[in-house]
Structure formats: structure tokens, C-alpha cells
């Protein structure tokens, strides 16, 4: 990746909060390159410091070391009104919405608009675009209490693009919301992604909207960025303990390794990177080994008509048999790993 397609970088980015019971890490040493026009996750447990991440690259919070380049120039060499009008673009939606409640939906999304300077009749018109793209062209007078948490954030969302701006941060934008509304606000970040050309930057705790629609992934732990690349090669093949937990566990940051019982039996995990989604690897290799597998886990999803993912399977108690299914997989270059 060239230097010229990265709209944000962080090079040894460090941020340091000074306290009254002593200084407290919260970033250390990150550095990540974020493709312009793409679609960049950042993943991690709570208090791990992706937070803090976002804020730093609009500049909410100062890095106490290292740079925050946008569009190739460091924030930190600007001064107080261009760090201002780099900021304008770099929208931002949040968990919790941050709504006017005594604004109706077409004052809230004009709100930012107003403060640039932009005269009512513009700003009106832009408002009214950003609500029809968002869907609420027919609520423009109703105001946040009237809303669902879905309509909410589709509010948000179209405020924070009425200043055209180039990168959208969503700081846990759908941990507040069910399921089925997570999947309609995630493919709306999708088109607003394809359609106009913006680069989102999505910050979450679970893996499901990373898979849903990111293109690469940072996975921060304990301050540092654990391993980073793109979602396809971290979900086939996570190298770090923690990316482990994300692929392994329910894809929630939070959440505890999945078990995988007591059998003292040998464990394999089967590594799909890349083959057929439409081949029934399981199926042939139970038959041409002619012994039965127990599949204890399986989390496998298909990307572009590949199998990208993982399965955990119990091997035969018998040696020889067992043997016969590893030999099976290393013949037909699968890649596998054996478990605990």
C-alpha cells in the first residue's frame, strides 16, 4: 500500500492520560494506515483503548506522542483553525446518538451546517438530500423522542455527512441497537461507503459487524495494536491470543473463549483461507478416510465464492485413525493446527 492512498496514518502514536493516582497508558506505540475509500475496523475488549484511538484522530484527544497524519499532513503541525477545518472533514456518530431533543430532524441534520456559516436555504436543501438518503425524507418535522434507536442513528448519520466530509468515524454506532436494525444501519455505512466515496472507520466490540462490512481490520489489545490486515486473511488465520477469543469465541470482544469439553481426544483446527465455498471439504474427507469426525465449532462464512473461516473437529480415538485424517489434510494442503 502506497503512502499516497492512506487518508489517515498513525505512526508510533502514543496517548498517555496524567492522573491523580498516576499516569494511565491508554495507547502505546500504534501505528496503522487507513485506505482511502475503504472501510477500516478497530476492534478490542473494553478499556483496551480503541476509543480513545477515534478520538485521536479527529484530534478530540491529543497524542501525547507520535503523529496523526490526514490526507498526508501531520495534525499535530497544524494550527488551532486548520486542526478546526480538518476536523469539518471528519464526521462522527456515536453509541448514544447526541441528538438535539428541541431540534426537529431537519434542524439537527442543518445544526453543523450553521455553525460553518452556510446560509438556511443551502443548508435546508443539503439536509433534506441526507434525510432522503437515510430514508426519513417523510419525518423531517418530527423530532428525537418520536424516533425508534434505528431512525435515531439514521439521523446522526446524515448529520454528521452535511459537511461533506471525507472519513466517517462510528464510535460503537450500533451497540445500542437489535440485530436486525445493526443490519440495516450497517448497510447503509455500506452504500454511503460505495456511493460517495467515503472512507468509514467503524470501532466495535463485535466481531459480526467487522465481518459484516469491513474491508481490514486492527485488533487492539492492552493498548497495542494486536494484529492488523485484511478481515478475510485475520478470520482465516488469527496469529495472536486475542484474535483467537474474537474468531474462536461468539465474535464478541467481551465475551470468554468458546469451550470445547473434556474429551482428551486430539483437536484439530481446520483453517479455511481461500478454498471453494461450494466444496464439501468435511464430507469428502470423512469418506475417503472412511472414519467418522466430531465437529465440536465451526464459524465459516463465504467471501466472493470462498470458504473463509474456521472448524474445530475431534479426532478418532484411535492413533491410526486420526492419522488417517491429518495425513488426508496435509495431502490436500489444508491448512490445520492441533488445539487444546
Same mark, same amino acid.
Given at each position: 500500500?502506497?503512502?499516497?492512498?492512506?487518508?489517515?496514518?498513525?505512526?508510533?502514536?502514543?496517548?498517555?492520560?496524567?492522573?491523580?493516582?498516576?499516569?494511565?497508558?491508554?495507547?502505546?506505540?500504534?501505528?496503522?494506515?487507513?485506505?482511502?475509500?475503504?472501510?477500516?475496523?478497530?476492534?478490542?475488549?473494553?478499556?483496551?483503548?480503541?476509543?480513545?484511538?477515534?478520538?485521536?484522530?479527529?484530534?478530540?484527544?491529543?497524542?501525547?506522542?507520535?503523529?496523526?497524519?490526514?490526507?498526508?499532513?501531520?495534525?499535530?503541525?497544524?494550527?488551532?483553525?486548520?486542526?478546526?477545518?480538518?476536523?469539518?472533514?471528519?464526521?462522527?456518530?456515536?453509541?448514544?446518538?447526541?441528538?438535539?431533543?428541541?431540534?426537529?430532524?431537519?434542524?439537527?441534520?442543518?445544526?453543523?451546517?450553521?455553525?460553518? $456559516?452556510?446560509?438556511?436555504?443551502? &443548508?435546508? !436543501? *443539503? +439536509? /433534506?438530500?441526507?434525510?432522503?438518503? @437515510?430514508? %426519513?425524507? =417523510?419525518?423531517?418535522?418530527?423530532?428525537?423522542?418520536?424516533?425508534?434507536? $434505528?431512525?435515531?442513528?439514521?439521523? &446522526?448519520? !446524515? *448529520? +454528521? /455527512?452535511?459537511?461533506?466530509?471525507? @472519513?466517517? %468515524?462510528? =464510535?460503537?454506532?450500533?451497540?445500542?441497537?437489535?440485530?436486525?436494525?445493526? $443490519?440495516?444501519?450497517?448497510?447503509?455505512?455500506?452504500?454511503?461507503?460505495?456511493?460517495?466515496?467515503?472512507? @468509514?472507520?467503524?470501532?466495535?466490540?463485535?466481531?459480526?459487524?467487522?465481518?459484516?462490512?469491513?474491508?481490514?481490520?486492527?485488533?487492539?489489545?492492552?493498548?497495542?495494536?494486536?494484529?492488523?490486515?485484511?478481515?478475510?486473511?485475520?478470520?482465516?488465520?488469527?496469529?495472536?491470543?486475542?484474535?483467537?477469543?474474537?474468531?474462536?469465541?461468539?465474535?464478541?470482544?467481551?465475551?470468554?473463549?468458546?469451550?470445547?469439553?473434556?474429551?482428551?481426544?486430539?483437536?484439530?483446527?481446520?483453517?479455511?483461507?481461500?478454498?471453494?465455498?461450494?466444496?464439501?471439504?468435511?464430507?469428502?474427507?470423512?469418506?475417503?478416510?472412511?472414519?467418522?469426525?466430531?465437529?465440536?465449532?465451526?464459524?465459516?462464512?463465504?467471501?466472493?465464492?470462498?470458504?473463509?473461516?474456521?472448524?474445530?473437529?475431534?479426532?478418532?480415538?484411535?492413533?491410526?485413525?486420526?492419522?488417517?485424517?491429518?495425513?488426508?489434510?496435509?495431502?490436500?494442503?489444508?491448512?490445520?493446527?492441533?488445539?487444546?
Amino acid at each position: 500500500m502506497t503512502q499516497e492512498n492512506n487518508i489517515v496514518r498513525m505512526v508510533h502514536m502514543g496517548k498517555t492520560f496524567h492522573t491523580d493516582s498516576g499516569d494511565v497508558k491508554a495507547l502505546d506505540d500504534i501505528n496503522l494506515d487507513i485506505k482511502e475509500g475503504s472501510i477500516q475496523g478497530i476492534i478490542g475488549l473494553s478499556g483496551a483503548g480503541k476509543s480513545t484511538l477515534v478520538r485521536c484522530i479527529n484530534y478530540l484527544e491529543i497524542p501525547t506522542n507520535g503523529q496523526v497524519l490526514f490526507e498526508g499532513r501531520s495534525l499535530g503541525d497544524m494550527t488551532a483553525a486548520e486542526v478546526r477545518e480538518a476536523r469539518k472533514k471528519m464526521g462522527m456518530i456515536f453509541q448514544q446518538f447526541n441528538l438535539l431533543d428541541q431540534r426537529n430532524l431537519l434542524k439537527n441534520v442543518t445544526f453543523p451546517l450553521e455553525i460553518s $456559516g452556510v446560509d438556511k436555504k443551502t &443548508a435546508n !436543501a *443539503r +439536509a /433534506l438530500e441526507l434525510l432522503k438518503l @437515510v430514508g %426519513l425524507e =417523510d419525518r423531517v418535522k418530527n423530532y428525537p423522542s418520536q424516533l425508534s434507536g $434505528g431512525q435515531k442513528q439514521r439521523v &446522526a448519520i !446524515a *448529520r +454528521a /455527512l452535511a459537511t461533506n466530509p471525507k @472519513v466517517l %468515524l462510528c =464510535d460503537e454506532a450500533t451497540s445500542a441497537l437489535d440485530p436486525k436494525t445493526t $443490519g440495516q444501519i450497517l448497510e447503509l455505512l455500506k452504500k454511503i461507503n460505495r456511493e460517495m466515496g467515503v472512507t @468509514v472507520i467503524v470501532i466495535t466490540h463485535q466481531m459480526s459487524v467487522i465481518e459484516a462490512i469491513c474491508d481490514s481490520v486492527a485488533i487492539i489489545d492492552h493498548s497495542h495494536i494486536a494484529e492488523s490486515g485484511p478481515v478475510s486473511e485475520i478470520f482465516a488465520n488469527p496469529k495472536t491470543e486475542i484474535g483467537r477469543k474474537l474468531i474462536l469465541g461468539d465474535g464478541n470482544a467481551d465475551s470468554t473463549p468458546i469451550s470445547f469439553g473434556d474429551s482428551k481426544n486430539r483437536k484439530i483446527r481446520i483453517v479455511f483461507d481461500g478454498l471453494s465455498a461450494y466444496k464439501p471439504v468435511i464430507s469428502e474427507m470423512t469418506l475417503a478416510c472412511g472414519v467418522p469426525v466430531n465437529i465440536l465449532f465451526a464459524n465459516t462464512r463465504e467471501v466472493e465464492g470462498k470458504a473463509v473461516g474456521q472448524m474445530v473437529i475431534e479426532l478418532p480415538e484411535e492413533r491410526s485413525e486420526a492419522d488417517k485424517i491429518t495425513d488426508y489434510l496435509t495431502e490436500n494442503t489444508i491448512t490445520f493446527e492441533e488445539v487444546q
